[in-house]
Each structure stands twice: as structure tokens, then as C-alpha cells.
Nanobody, 119 residues
């Protein structure tokens, strides 16, 4: 089992940066591919970024490509999302999620952290 706790959200201005963290409990963190998702009010949850269990493969939504960077530290059981050049439309609740190697489904989710970008 993996439990996920996000942190690092907040209120920032457009153009600013934030780094989100997702701390995972359990000894099997390195067995999971990790992802970040977000959900804005009245919108469906959307994919943001994913990183493989080894950390050597990443993928991003087109809307954040070139601005966001996902990374992980398996020694610290933590995955990060560095967000630069934030836009108002990046405002959302951000969730991290874990997907076991070989699975297509994200089976574990955090509670989310709010990111609000103002003009």
C-alpha cells in the first residue's frame, strides 16, 4: 500500500514558480510510476505529468510542456512538480497518484493541494 500526501500549493501571481511535493509512505514507492493530475472548478480532472518508476522517462500534457518538470527521489519517497511561468489557467487542485509497474490504472491518490494563480 502507498499513501500519498501533497504539499507546496499556494497563491502566486502569474509568471511565478511553485514546487509541489508528494510524499509517499511504504517501502514500495520505487515500484510505482507516479503522476500529477489537476482539477479546476467545474472541469474534469486532467493529466499533467508522469514519471516512470526509475525516473528516466517522463511525459507531459501539452499545456504544461516546457514550463513544468516532474522528478522523483526514491531515497526520500517523494515526487516533485516544479511549475514555472505559471498562468491563471494553471489554477486547480493538484493531485499526485501512483500506478504500479505493469498496470494501466492509477490506484493510489493523494488528497490534493490547491494552486491559485492570480493576475
Amino acid at each position: 500500500q502507498v499513501q500519498l500526501v501533497e504539499s507546496g500549493g499556494g497563491l502566486v501571481q502569474a509568471g511565478d514558480s511553485l514546487r509541489l511535493s508528494c510524499a509517499a509512505s511504504g517501502r514500495t514507492f520505487s515500484s510505482y510510476n507516479m503522476g500529477w493530475f489537476r482539477q479546476a472548478p467545474r472541469k474534469e480532472r486532467e493529466f499533467v505529468a508522469t514519471i516512470s518508476w526509475t525516473g528516466d522517462s517522463t511525459n507531459y500534457a501539452d499545456s504544461v510542456k516546457g514550463r513544468f518538470t516532474i522528478s522523483r527521489d526514491n531515497a526520500k519517497n517523494t515526487v516533485y512538480l516544479q511549475m514555472n511561468s505559471l498562468k491563471i489557467e494553471d489554477s486547480a487542485v493538484y493531485y499526485c497518484a501512483a500506478r504500479r509497474r505493469g498496470s494501466q490504472e492509477y490506484s493510489h491518490w493523494g488528497q490534493g493541494t490547491q494552486v491559485t494563480v492570480s493576475s
